[in-house]
């Protein structure tokens, strides 16, 4: 059995691995709730592939705007790749960061 | 599955948040009274191991991706459905503000889908399974299998009430392409069940721990 502080290095480690690969090998494809809006749309059969430019938001009612800083796991079309496993990364330790201080706060107000 | 702003009309979207706020209380409330700070790694690693993976899209044929969503496997290490609600919440959070995954508005109803409903029906179907006396890691794939297809089917009825998609064609497309995605959602869920059994057995909730095959003592 491995320590704590093994435990947790090696989950960040895996974690930034996979994160990594993902901006390398991450299929391009919609997600299923893109594709079922390109599908209703019109855009795509239920099982066929789907249209290089189809814009899956298209079917929204466009409410609210919000622009995020680091859109699509990335700093942007200028940042290419190197911007992407940046924003990815990023994303890793601060979720890390979260979950780690997150629990200590809860934990640390433990009734019992 | 995370579904962005313009998909679902304001008014519809206060509602969910305000029942994702309520489910999100409860999951603090369960936070404070069932964590200790030896789980502290566990959630760090989850929180953002989860992350990662969801960035990961892989192919499912059909000209459709899809990835681990993970409340299943939260609930089912952490022994509570409360856990997906807590750690899939502070993942959403960071994935709508800071990468715009997942809309501002739509993000109670994201958390709804993908913590709370996966979250309950990933921990109580893989409770049942294995009370029904099925190994641990095939009732945890089958469990995520079951949160994922369910979230599904819940988001398709959010779109058809929110005039997004037509009711019927929507259960049908989600169903069929989160059929396949939860796939991947089974067999990464019943995978690192079993890394996390192998590797840190006592950091996992009791129903993780009996024994099994490799003979792991709870």
Redesign the interface.
């Given at each position: 059995?491995?320590d704590?502080k093994t435990?947790?290095i090696?989950?960040?480690v895996?974690?930034?691995i996979?994160?990594g690969?993902?901006?390398f090998?991450?299929?391009?494809?919609?997600?299923?709730?893109e594709?079922?809006?390109?599908?209703?749309q019109g855009d795509?059969t239920?099982?066929?592939?789907?249209p290089e430019d189809g814009d899956p938001?298209a079917?929204?009612?466009?409410?609210?705007?919000?622009?995020?800083?680091?859109?699509?796991?990335s700093t942007g079309e200028e940042g290419g790749k190197a911007g992407e496993i940046l924003?990815?990364f990023?994303?890793?330790?601060?979720?890390?960061?979260?979950?780690?201080g997150?629990?200590?706060l809860?934990?640390?107000?433990?009734?019992? | 599955?995370?579904?962005?702003?313009?998909?679902i009309?304001?008014w519809q979207s206060a509602i969910y948040w305000i029942v994702a706020l309520i489910f999100i209380a409860l999951a603090?409330r369960w936070?404070?009274?069932e964590?200790?700070?030896d789980?502290?790694?566990?959630?760090?690693?989850?929180?953002?191991?989860?992350?990662?993976?969801q960035?990961?899209?892989?192919?499912v044929?059909?000209?459709?991706?899809?990835?681990l969503v993970g409340g299943a496997l939260a609930a089912i290490v952490l022994g509570s459905p409360y856990a997906a609600v807590?750690?899939l919440t502070?993942?959403l959070i960071?994935?709508?503000?800071?990468?715009?995954?997942g809309?501002?508005?739509t993000m109670g109803v994201n958390i709804l889908n993908m913590g709370v409903i996966g979250g309950f029906v990933g921990y109580y179907g893989y409770t049942g399974l294995k009370s029904a006396g099925a190994n641990i890691y095939l009732s945890a794939g089958i469990a995520a299998w079951c949160a994922c297809f369910v979230a599904?089917l819940a988001?398709?009825v959010e779109?058809a009430v929110a005039g997004?998609?037509?009711l019927v064609?929507?259960l049908?497309?989600?169903g069929?392409?989160?059929a396949a995605?939860g796939i991947i959602e089974g067999i990464i869920t019943g995978a690192i069940i079993y890394f996390l059994v192998t590797?840190?057995?006592?950091?996992l909730a009791e129903e993780v721990q009996q024994p099994s095959a490799g003979g792991v003592s709870a």
């Amino acid at each position: 059995m491995i320590d704590n502080k093994t435990f947790m290095i090696a989950g960040l480690v895996i974690a930034i691995i996979i994160g990594g690969l993902a901006v390398f090998l991450a299929s391009g494809d919609p997600d299923g709730l893109e594709s079922t809006a390109l599908f209703v749309q019109g855009d795509k059969t239920l099982t066929g592939p789907s249209p290089e430019d189809g814009d899956p938001e298209a079917i929204g009612a466009g409410t609210f705007e919000y622009e995020a800083p680091l859109p699509d796991y990335s700093t942007g079309e200028e940042g290419g790749k190197a911007g992407e496993i940046l924003a990815v990364f990023a994303g890793i330790v601060i979720m890390f960061i979260l979950g780690f201080g997150a629990t200590k706060l809860v934990a640390s107000k433990k009734t019992t | 599955m995370h579904i962005p702003d313009a998909f679902i009309p304001l008014w519809q979207s206060a509602i969910y948040w305000i029942v994702a706020l309520i489910f999100i209380a409860l999951a603090l409330r369960w936070a404070k009274n069932e964590l200790s700070e030896d789980k502290i790694p566990l959630i760090a690693v989850l929180a953002a191991g989860i992350f990662a993976i969801q960035a990961f899209n892989l192919p499912v044929a059909m000209g459709t991706s899809g990835h681990l969503v993970g409340g299943a496997l939260a609930a089912i290490v952490l022994g509570s459905p409360y856990a997906a609600v807590f750690i899939l919440t502070l993942v959403l959070i960071i994935q709508g503000i800071i990468f715009g995954d997942g809309g501002i508005t739509t993000m109670g109803v994201n958390i709804l889908n993908m913590g709370v409903i996966g979250g309950f029906v990933g921990y109580y179907g893989y409770t049942g399974l294995k009370s029904a006396g099925a190994n641990i890691y095939l009732s945890a794939g089958i469990a995520a299998w079951c949160a994922c297809f369910v979230a599904s089917l819940a988001a398709a009825v959010e779109m058809a009430v929110a005039g997004t998609f037509p009711l019927v064609p929507g259960l049908i497309a989600m169903g069929t392409y989160h059929a396949a995605i939860g796939i991947i959602e089974g067999i990464i869920t019943g995978a690192i069940i079993y890394f996390l059994v192998t590797s840190r057995p006592d950091l996992l909730a009791e129903e993780v721990q009996q024994p099994s095959a490799g003979g792991v003592s709870a």
